[in-house]
């Protein structure tokens, strides 16, 4: 078979094979067309057999511990049996392009493990452009017969927002600081959060992650969303010590098995699709109005004139809308 074959993929994939899969990532992060055309063809083939699989996304400043934390949970889920793909979302990786191969020795033990498959962010495209690949990629891995799939985010930007939106349990993790916990903590994340871990709850640092912890605790509580049946546990956890992880995990079990009983997980992932969908067809639409000539004539004007206070914001984006008409 050959590579231009999309069967190539596809089969490749279905039986697990690294090498292939990593392939399919590939293609899918490729722009150029030709290779967009069999990315769509291998992707519908490997819808059926994806989706059984718990999304677990994980987000926290850079050096917060996330790497060693999904290290970490990676070995223990692949010693109880399961086959874990670890993805990254990461929009700052193209300035900083050593993070990613710091990311990767960091996970060492684990990308040594056979059962797991870990892909680093695509670099060199925007945020929108990583989650719409990652969720493609998330597909493929649980089509390759990965149970787990961990998320890793930086919590940078919009994009842990972003991530929060392609997986079934969101896990925010925090180092204690000292003074008032609450003044670093970006504003949303509490509401996007399904579980706090304050991470490096070890040696000096235990004391004040005890506290944080109680900080965040009250916090949630004020917060938590009426409708929903799931109140966000805080926990501590030390990466380095591997203390912890396995608690975290027991609470992904019970809001999975929790969120099922209820019907929120199916309806979750129904909601995200669908989001998903309209998320591609902004970009898409877009992409054809930039496509437009006059429209391309136009903006370098109308934007100067909006800066300048000529025209009003609302008044320009209605008279470039109007060449959608013609
Ligand atoms: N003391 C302590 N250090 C940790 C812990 N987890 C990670 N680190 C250290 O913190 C630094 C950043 O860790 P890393 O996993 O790369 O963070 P990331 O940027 O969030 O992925 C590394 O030097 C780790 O060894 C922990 O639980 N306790
Ligand atoms: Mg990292």
């Known amino acids: 078979m050959k590579e231009n074959d999309p069967d190539f993929y596809i089969q490749g994939v279905l039986k697990n094979n690294r090498r292939i899969i990593a392939k399919t990532i590939t293609l899918i992060e490729s722009s150029l067309a030709r290779d967009k055309n069999k990315s769509f063809e291998i992707v519908k083939e490997l819808l059926p057999y994806s989706g059984k699989s718990i999304r677990l996304g994980i987000t926290g400043i850079p050096g917060v511990g996330k790497s060693t934390f999904i290290e970490n949970l990676g070995l223990y ?45 695509p670099a060199g495209i925007t945020l929108g452009g990583v989650a719409a690949k990652t969720r493609e990629a998330m597909l493929v891995c649980e089509a390759a017969g ?70 965040y605790e009250m916090a949630l509580h004020l917060v938590a969303p009426g409708a929903s049946s799931w109140i966000p546990p805080v926990l501590t956890c030390s990466s380095i010590l591997e203390k912890g992880t396995e608690n975290v995990w027991n609470i992904v079990l019970k809001h999975n098995k929790l969120t099922k009983n209820t019907g929120e997980f199916d309806h979750k992932r129904k909601e995200q699709a669908v989001e998903w969908m309209w998320n591609l067809v902004d970009d898409g639409l877009k992409k054809k109005f930039m496509e437009i000539n006059s429209v391309k004539k136009e903006i370098p004007k109308i934007s100067e004139k909006v800066k300048q206070g000529i025209i009003s914001p609302s008044a320009a984006a209605e008279k470039l809308l109007s060449y959608l008409k013609v």
């Open 77 to 121: 889920l692949c010693n109880k049996g399961h086959k874990v793909a670890v993805l990254a979302v990461d929009p700052t990786s193209r300035k900083s392009g050593g993070s990613i191969l710091g990311d990767k020795t960091r996970m060492e033990k684990l990308a040594a493990n056979e059962n797991t498959f870990i892909r680093p962010s």
């Open 146 to 215: 990965y149970d787990i799939l961990l998320v890793e985010t930086v919590g940078v930007g919009q994009s842990e927002t972003t991530v929060s939106t392609m997986v079934d349990f969101f896990l925010v993790l925090l180092i204690a600081g000292a003074g008032d916990e609450l003044q670093g903590i970006k504003k949303g994340l509490l509401e996007i959060a399904d579980a706090i871990a304050i991470n490096k709850a070890d040696n000096d640092n235990i004391k004040k992650a005890k506290k944080a912890r109680k900080t």
